[in-house]
């Protein structure tokens, strides 16, 4: 395995520099940019680039586009496009692919015998097949979390890398069909190495501008903390990934073929090559280079490969033959086409902010996918918390380096993240196999989680692995777990963050009396019951005793577990005592006022108050035959008018009181309901709402809203964050990069929130964040109002290619859907502080401490089982600022090991500094033997990584990167303000 020849020539010491290296590949390799045709200086240049675009799943499943099923809703097979390129590009060495998806990749690769496989290895060393993007799927940019998209391209770039070598190695970000493009993506990609940045969709009145004056190719400088390192030479698209209009010589086109018989009356060479160099100059004259890149494929294009480049062949030498004095022509790739540009040695534009929101015309805001189908969102925030707590407990259990399951969950993960996976953008039985596809990986996780801690326990006591069974509950989203509701339970809690956290445990139980217990000592933990919410119970086909969650706090140290033994000591429990009186704690009083809005109240903060409610926009219908009449769907976010419609005044409530928790159970309706809850020892207030199912029998569609509505004077300003890291400040109805025209006033300012959005009276030094379980779209339509939509039931569709309505339906009915909001402000005279909280929760909400479950008997007794707790993996916790992105197994005792500085650049005077680790010192059980930075993507040495160096034009002075190998350090590593380092290192069980 090459990953392997990379690993084994390690230092000793944890550098830079140094012996180690790449393998020297032997064969004739003329790959990547030593295999451009070259370009003439004096001429246009017309880069022709053979490609498809194959969607990991989207009207049909992964299988079915892969293998070709179901024609009749699509005409699309993967395997035959591959299969008939590998012969296309035999026939003509001068012909060239690119091919993004490696989920396709693999899936066809694994079925090929080593014949094939070594054509293809060799079409790659020669540069006529090129990866390009080369991550498990095209993901998307807005609903995305960013540790899943480091977390696909690792994985996507380790296939690649073990069966072809360094010139599968991406060097060019391809992002042609997601719906908008976040400037998160942009300096990931930056953090790979990449050279450059290929978009598709850009707004349709940003696009216009862009060519009128020429700067549809940019720097994008994606991170103001990052400097010039995250600085990415752009370039959209001028056709999105389509050809020209006329020249599409595929079998699902209908244009005309080039017919080059003289004799025949359907000769039309001369026309066809007018007419394409027409459509060329236009182009040409839009960007600044005597360059242009023309996208010769589409959607599942070259399923019969040779239908395609028999044309292009023929075009290719026509337009030598007639124009060869004017234009240079010749099949070519983006890496090509960008090597091109970067020799033309201009100087380029630049842009700092982001390409949300998307609108494609007027009326037609691709904002309704930001929210489109919540169940799926939450299912894959879910599925990369364990992933992320297998991953770990792989490695501090004794990992053996290689798992197929484990395998099998990257790459399942990878598929959640394609652009009509996680957005919601898919049909309703797509999204089905999406979440089967999920669900048995995390079935396997949860078994490779529980296997990992019963080793993880016989080690730290020096005993064999003890005989004893653990559950997780992954039903605890309705409050349900079987392992806990009818009998006692040993809970063991493991906490993946690299501090200790005192968080609340909710266990599904029945009415009883219990008593929460450390197993070591026995010491009784304060806890209490709460009544299951009415609506959460009535939940369709929840199938669950518990009537009841125990509550308690758990002190679960970093990157550990500890364990708690849950007993019923009695039968006897008293009937609950709902009241009506204000909840409260010292730092808040919330109560329902008369017109059943909810009141939170600061108690330090005399002058900051808000209100909460619900509310509803009418989807818009219409037939989609023009803009004005698009209706809201899967994509489009379009209301029936710029106000959302209040419920009916609703003060239907109950108040429980406890030592643990305090809780208001609020009923909107029958289909709307909510549980406000404070914890004693918590500084935020969570919002847990209960969406559906959303009525239709009116006919008419509906997007649910919940609105915090604040007294802070924010200006119009608010901020969301990118791809959950760095924030973007947004302004109401305005775009940083042109003058907006905004016909859709609502859709037109709803942007992606993965995981925060906040609002900020700098006035009063006041601070608003609303943090999220999973992405969804939100807005501040009024100052000192955040708005977020939850839900969306809508019986259109909106003719952007899914080709049916968003009514999800579970069970017989609409969805319902659950869900969390975390409320937290206050003053930010402390600014530090203040920050460190949020961004701990933000961390918290991500990353939540996974439980399992060890159910006994009623009467018998675990005392003798191997519970001794609390246990720890590291020395000691990281800075605050500090993060453990990643602790992953990569080959016998090989790890990744990511961390990350989580404080932008001047966001805290304390905890923007950088900051050092001592990475010998970090792992309790283990020594470090060997340890060598790598990209974010860990399949490159960080100091060979040389990206092309491009000119701004501004008079700004541009950071000049540096491509020198620094001095070597030991095990110490300094981190900057939003900086991710990437190890590879391999460790040693400590011996005491």
């Known amino acids: 395995m090459l990953w392997l020849e990379l690993l084994l020539p390690f230092l000793l010491v944890c550098s830079y520099g140094g012996a180690a290296s790449l393998p020297r590949e032997t064969g004739d390799r003329r790959c990547g940019y030593k295999a451009c045709p070259a370009a003439d200086k004096t001429k246009l240049n017309i880069h022709l680039v053979p490609h498809t675009h194959d969607d990991v799943g989207w009207l049909k499943t992964v299988d079915q586009y892969f293998f070709g099923s179901r024609s009749n809703t699509q005409l699309a097979g993967v395997q035959y496009i591959l299969d008939s390129v590998v012969q296309a590009l035999l026939a003509n060495p001068e012909r060239r692919f690119m091919y993004v998806e490696t989920a396709f990749l693999w899936k066809w690769w694994v079925r090929q015998n080593e014949r094939t496989k070594g054509i293809v290895r060799d079409l790659i060393n020669q540069g006529q097949l090129e990866i390009i993007g080369g991550g498990w799927s095209m993901n998307d940019e807005a609903v995305t979390h960013y540790q899943s998209l480091v977390d696909q391209y690792t994985w996507g770039f380790r296939r690649l890398y073990d069966e072809f070598g360094t010139c599968a190695k991406p060097s060019i970000g391809w992002q042609i069909d997601p719906f908008g493009h976040s400037r998160e993506q942009a300096s990931i990609f930056s953090q790979l190495g990449f050279d450059g940045l290929f978009l598709g969709r850009i707004d349709y009145q940003d696009k216009q501008q862009r060519l009128e004056n020429k700067s549809m190719e940019f720097i994008w400088k994606s991170s103001p903390s990052l400097g010039a390192k995250a600085d990415l030479f752009t370039v959209a698209m001028y056709n999105t990934y389509s050809p020209p209009p006329g020249f599409c010589f595929d079998v699902l086109c209908r244009d005309e073929p080039i017919n080059d018989d003289p004799r025949s009356p359907d000769y039309n060479v001369p026309e066809r090559v007018n007419k394409f160099l027409e459509y060329a100059r236009k182009q040409a004259s839009q960007y600044r280079t005597n360059n242009i890149i023309l996208t010769m494929g589409e959607d599942f294009n070259y399923q019969q490969a040779e239908m395609w480049y028999t044309n292009l062949d023929r075009l290719i030498r026509y337009v030598r033959e007639l124009r060869g004095t004017e234009v240079n022509i010749f099949y070519s790739t983006p890496s090509c086409y960008l090597k091109a540009v970067h020799d033309a040695n201009l100087e380029w534009p630049t842009k700092d902010d982001d390409f949300f929101p998307y609108a494609s015309d007027a009326h037609s805001y691709w904002t309704g996918y930001f929210t489109s189908r919540p169940s799926v969102k939450y299912f894959e925030r879910m599925g990369n918390n364990l992933l992320q707590v297998t991953k770990q407990l792989s490695v501090l259990s004794n990992f053996t380096g290689h798992d197929e399951n484990l395998e099998r969950f990257r790459e399942a993960m990878g598929i959640m993240q394609h652009h009509d996976a996680v957005t919601g953008t898919e049909k309703q039985a797509v999204a089905s196999d999406y979440a089967r596809i999920l669900y048995e990986s995390m079935v396997t996780g949860s078994e490779t989680v529980a296997e990992a801690v019963r080793n993880w326990m016989a080690e730290n006591q020096n005993r064999t692995k003890p005989a004893i069974k653990m559950f997780s509950c992954m039903q605890l989203n309705i409050s349900s777990c079987p392992y806990t509701e009818d009998q006692n339970s040993m809970l063991t809690i493991y906490n993946p963050l690299t501090f200790e956290i005192n968080t609340p445990i909710r266990v599904p139980v029945k009415k009883a009396v219990y008593k929460v217990s450390d197993p070591t000592d026995s010491s009784s933990v304060t806890s209490q019951l709460v009544p299951i919410a009415n609506s959460v119970q009535q939940i369709p086909q929840r199938e669950s005793k518990a009537t009841h969650e125990l509550v308690f706090m758990a002190k679960v140290p970093a990157l550990g577990y500890r364990s708690y033994k849950v007993e019923k000591i009695s039968e006897n429990y008293y009937p609950d005592s709902p009241s009506s009186d204000p909840i409260s704690n010292k730092l808040f009083e919330i109560y329902i006022d008369e017109n059943g809005k909810v009141v939170v109240n600061w108690k330090k903060e005399k002058h900051m108050n808000l209100v909460q409610s619900f509310h509803y926009y009418e989807g818009k219908t219409g037939n989609n035959k023009v803009a004005q009449n698009r209706s809201s769907g899967a994509y489009i976010f379009r209301p029936n ?28 309706n029958e289909w709307v309901s909510q549980v406000i809850r404070i914890y004693n020892e918590e500084q935020y207030v969570e919002f847990d709402w209960l969406v559906g199912p959303i009525p239709v029998k009116d006919n008419v569609g509906k997007e649910i809203v919940t609105k915090y509505s604040s007294n802070l004077q924010s200006k119009g300003e608010f901020y969301t964050d990118s791809n959950g890291r760095e924030m973007l400040k947004r302004q109401r109805s305005y775009r940083p990069s ?31 964040s609303v943090i999220t379980d999973r992405a969804q779209g939100g807005t501040s339509m009024r100052d000192g109002e955040i708005e977020l939509m939850v839900h969306r039931r809508l019986l259109h569709d909106d003719a952007f290619g899914v080709g049916e309505a968003l009514n999800e339906e579970a069970f017989g009915t609409g969805l319902v859907v659950r869900g969390s909001h975390y409320l937290y402000g206050g003053s930010t005279k402390n600014l530090d502080s203040f920050m460190l909280a949020e961004k701990t929760l933000q961390l918290e909400t991500v990353l939540r401490p996974w439980t399992l479950v060890t159910p006994f008997p009623y009467g018998s007794t675990i005392d003798e089982l191997p519970f001794k707790t609390p246990v720890t993996a590291i020395n000691n916790s990281l800075r605050p600022n500090v993060h453990l992105l990643t602790l992953e197994p990569w080959a016998m005792n090989i790890v990744i090991l990511r961390l990350e500085h989580i404080f932008e650049k001047g966001e805290s005077e304390t905890y923007s500094k950088p900051v050092e680790i001592n990475l010998q010192g970090l792992l309790a059980n283990y020594n470090i033997l060997t340890c060598r930075e790598t990209t974010l993507g860990a399949n490159e040495w960080v100091e060979n990584v040389k990206r092309m160096q491009w000119r701004a034009k501004s008079n700004e002075i541009v950071e000049k990167l540096k491509n020198d190998t620094p001095n070597p350090i030991d095990y110490f590593v300094t981190l900057n303000p939003m900086e991710i380092k990437t190890f590879l290192i391999t460790l040693e069980p400590r011996r005491e």
């Open 641 to 668: 008018g710029v106000d959302s419609k209040a419920f009916v005044k609703s003060t239907e409530y109950k108040v429980y009181k406890g030592d643990v928790v305090q809780e208001i159970h609020q009923t909107i």
């Open 738 to 768: 042109w003058n907006l025209k905004l016909e859709e006033p609502v859709a037109g300012n709803y942007y992606p929130v993965t995981s925060k959005i906040a609002l900020e009276d700098k006035s009063r030094y006041q601070r608003l």
